[in-house]
Every structure is written in structure tokens, then in C-alpha cells.
């Protein structure tokens, strides 16, 4: 199965910080990742597919990146309503599998 | 609006069974995948299965192969998931999820308690 490795599984950041989030892959799974939001009591919201692309209706100040096994969430500019705990997933293979999560909390 | 409704959770002994079902509207139901995704309290998102349009792919996680079954009727707008032999470890929140992205919509979940 293909672990994905989620770091840090929390960070607390200040308004307007820029923040990014990491997952990496213990083998190649392309550009087939994606990152989900999850507030408290509410069910996960994509935000970004295939590596780079944003979900519609998500800001743009959330942007996907690779470099080689690393994937990268970034927000450019911290707003309160970003606090979440957010996922990777890789979708190349099955089984698909998820990071184990990162709680990001406003400082 | 693709809306996604689970129904049919609730708190079952262990060794017993439970179907789930979850009703799809607001999209053509028979061009997509299905998935369903669970977490456990507190916990983190684990994929649980998926299935094809035309029921013609299904993959399971290997923690629950053999004893769960996911089936669809495309008639009825419908995604099931059949759970036998429970154990304390399946309780979790069950999502069903449209597979685009690959997981593009989900519903809000239906939780399923395991405990004698």
C-alpha cells in the first residue's frame, strides 16, 4: 500500500502568515493527490485535485504544488475561517489512502 | 445541487450486520463512482470502498474485505453498504462520496456504533 506521510500534524499560525503543509509519497503516484478541508461537525470539502488544481468555489489564496515524492497545500495569507484540519489523499492506487491529517489553528 | 443522504446507521452488537444506504440527487447518479469513506471519533479519514458506474470495479480496503459489500442500483439513485461480522473497530462516521478528484461530493455522514 502506499503511505502518505502528512507533517506537522498541527501548526498554529497568525493571520495573514503564509502556511504550508506537506504530504510525501512513499511511491509514485504521479499527480494523483488531493487535499481536503474538514471544520468541526462538517464533512470534508476538496480543495485541490491532481497535485495542482483548484477545487471551483475555493480561494485562490489555496495553491497545490509537487516537487518529486513532496506535495504542498500553501496559504498564501491566513484567514480565521481556514482553521481546519486538512488531508492529503493519493488516489493513483488502490487502496486509496490519506495523510493523517494536519490541525491548523490561528495563533 | 448534488445532494448525497446516508440513512441506516445506528448502534449494532458485535459479529452483527448493518446495511447502509445513500440516496443520490441533483446529478446523473449512473455516470459516477461511488465511495465510501469512514472516521472513526476523533480519528483521521479512512477509505472503506468504491464502486463503478456500472458496478463493474469494486475494491475494498483489506480491513474490511469479506465482510463488507458495496452495490449500487442506478434505478433507484441508490449506494449501499452491507456490513456483516461487526467489530468495535468499524464504529465511525460513514460518508458516502462521488468519485471525481476522485472525492468531489460527500454527504454528511451517518455514524454506526459496534458495542454490546
Known amino acids: 500500500d502506499i503511505q502518505m506521510t502528512q507533517s506537522p500534524s498541527s501548526l498554529s499560525a497568525s493571520l495573514g502568515d503564509r502556511v504550508t503543509i506537506t504530504c510525501r509519497a512513499s511511491?509514485?503516484?504521479?499527480?494523483?493527490l488531493s487535499w481536503f478541508q474538514q471544520k468541526p461537525g462538517k464533512s470534508p470539502r476538496l480543495m485541490i485535485y491532481g497535485a495542482t488544481n483548484l477545487e471551483d468555489g475555493v480561494p485562490s489564496r489555496f495553491s497545490g504544488s509537487r516537487s518529486g515524492s513532496d506535495y504542498s497545500l500553501t496559504i498564501s495569507s491566513l484567514e480565521s475561517e481556514d482553521t481546519a484540519i486538512y488531508y492529503c489523499?493519493?488516489?493513483?492506487?488502490?487502496?486509496?489512502?490519506f495523510g493523517g491529517g494536519t490541525k491548523l489553528e490561528l495563533k | 445541487e448534488v445532494q448525497l443522504v446516508e440513512s441506516g446507521g445506528g448502534l449494532v452488537q458485535p459479529g452483527r450486520s448493518l446495511k447502509l444506504s445513500c440516496l443520490a440527487s441533483?446529478?446523473?447518479?449512473?455516470?459516477?463512482?461511488m465511495n465510501w469513506i469512514r472516521q472513526a471519533p476523533g480519528k483521521g479519514l479512512e477509505w472503506v470502498a468504491s464502486?463503478?458506474?456500472?458496478?463493474?470495479?469494486?475494491y475494498y480496503a483489506d480491513t474490511v474485505k469479506g465482510r463488507f459489500t458495496i452495490s449500487r442500483d442506478n434505478a433507484k439513485n441508490t449506494l449501499y453498504l452491507q456490513m456483516t461480522s461487526l467489530r468495535s473497530e468499524d464504529t465511525a462516521l460513514y460518508y458516502c462520496?462521488?468519485?471525481?478528484?476522485?472525492?468531489?461530493?460527500w454527504g454528511q455522514g451517518v455514524m454506526v456504533t459496534v458495542s454490546s
Open positions: 489523499l493519493q488516489y493513483d492506487k488502490y487502496p486509496r489512502t
Open positions: 464502486i463503478s458506474s456500472s458496478s463493474s470495479y469494486i
Open positions: 511511491q509514485d503516484i504521479g499527480n494523483y
Open positions: 462520496a462521488r468519485h471525481r478528484s476522485p472525492f468531489d461530493y
Open positions: 441533483g446529478f446523473t447518479f449512473s455516470n459516477y463512482g
